[in-house]
């Protein structure tokens, strides 16, 4: 199971939010999982620890956005793929 996750997923988001320091999350359980993707994005099998994340942050006028759920699969203490809210919507659990 990951040690560090929190730390790194906050680090991840500092890179993409536009204001990080105004971010709210919520952090759930990891969970063993796996992902495959569509055959047009390249139909790779991921594998690992799967981290679920609420986020909510403000935008450039200022505002919160909402709330919006993200899944970060990490194996071997690293994040190796970033699942959108989009993607977390067409996935399988792996039990």
């Keep these: 199971m990951p040690q560090n996750q929190e730390e790194a997923i906050k ?6 939010l536009f204001d990080p ?11 063993m ?3 495959k993707q569509p055959p047009l994005a ?5 594998s690992g620890w799967i981290v679920r994340v609420s986020v909510n942050a403000k935008n450039r006028f200022g505002g919160y956005v909402g709330a919006e759920t993200y899944g970060f699969l990490i194996k071997n ?3 190796i793929k970033v699942l959108s809210p989009m993607e977390l919507q067409n996935i399988r659990h792996s039990h």
Excluded: M, N, R, T
């Design 21 to 31: 320091y105004s971010a709210h999350y919520d952090f759930q359980e990891p969970e």
């Design 77 to 79: 203490e690293e994040i």
């Design 42 to 46: 390249g139909g790779g099998l991921f």
């Design 33 to 35: 999982f796996w992902y």
């Design 11 to 16: 680090k991840y988001f500092e890179k993409v």
